[in-house]
């Protein structure tokens, strides 16, 4: 191989050299940001995977609140029905003791009744009266023992509505508290399915983000397919052109090394001659007749 030719294989290596050079460094620069997309990606990954657990928290929570509230007014329901009979067993009551309170113009308590009627009754036993007015005394006494049946029954009535009433306040603030109960939970649930729904369009967001970067992956991927294929070639090609450019130089080297020695082995035997007829040795020679006794 001539100079030429190989300064011509020499400029081809370092052009090859220098475009792959180029190359790797525009593929690290791909790869790097291919290698950004997917620590974006797998933090979003991170991202999502958190949201969706506290979703199904948030949902596992509201839904609980749910069944508790629905449970709460079922009961509610219960509580109202037993107070509407309540009320309305209540409105009976009062209604018919005020008609026995205006029939029999009751306006006495039980206990004063009784008092009268023993007085007239001990007025019998004690005063011996005549005939006449033991029999008057005696229809007043059976008059206001009339009379103390209708303030007895009045004053049951009376016990009824004031039992009824208790009852029924009773009632109430079961009543009350349970739907202060229900208010608390349906607010709780409320805010629970609201972060649901908040969350889950971030989630929906993240997705999409997501999608989006895995796009971008591929394409990143496909871009370093693609650059990468001519890159193999010059490779292989630059790998050829040092293989024909070390083989002429092992030749060469070989050639020259041949030509040194047969140099040399002519140059002994000339010192050879030399010192055999006596000739005057140079420091030269002696180095040349040196390397012969290292043989």
Do not use: C
Request: aromatic share 2%.
């Amino acid at each position: 191989m001539t100079t030429q030719e190989k300064q011509h294989i020499q400029r081809q290596i370092d052009e090859l050299q220098k475009d792959i050079n180029e190359l790797r460094t525009s593929l690290k620069q791909i790869n790097d940001s291919k290698e950004e997309l997917f620590s974006k990606r797998n933090a979003l990954g991170k991202q999502i995977s958190t949201s969706i657990r506290e979703i199904k928290e948030l949902r596992r929570d509201r839904d609980t609140f749910t069944s508790e509230v629905k449970n709460a007014k079922t009961e509610r329901d219960v509580l109202a029905k037993q107070i509407k009979e309540k009320i309305d067993s209540f409105k009976k009551v009062s209604t018919v003791k005020k008609e026995v309170e205006a029939k029999h113009g009751v306006h006495q308590s039980p206990g004063a009744l009784k008092q009268q009627i023993e007085r007239l009754q001990y007025q019998i036993e004690t005063e011996a009266p005549s005939f006449e007015k033991e029999q008057k005394i005696m229809k007043t006494v059976r008059d206001l023992e009339k009379k103390l049946k209708d303030v007895q029954k009045v004053s049951g009535m009376w016990e009824d509505t004031r039992g009824l009433s208790k009852e029924i306040d009773t009632l109430k603030d079961k009543a009350d508290a349970l739907h202060a109960t229900i208010q608390e939970k349906a607010r709780s649930s409320q805010e629970k399915h609201e972060k649901l729904m908040t969350l889950s369009k971030k989630v929906d967001e993240l997705k999409k983000q997501e999608n989006e970067l895995n796009k971008q992956i591929e394409g990143k991927k496909a871009e370093l397919a693609e650059k990468s294929k001519p890159g193999d070639e010059k490779v292989a090609k630059l790998n050829e052109l040092r293989k024909q450019s070390g083989e002429e130089y092992k030749d060469e080297q070989l050639k020259t090394e041949s030509q040194k020695r047969k140099k040399l082995s002519d140059l002994q035997q000339e010192v050879q001659q030399k010192f055999k007829k006596g000739g005057k040795l140079t420091t030269q020679d002696l180095i040349i007749l040196q390397s012969i006794e290292e043989k």
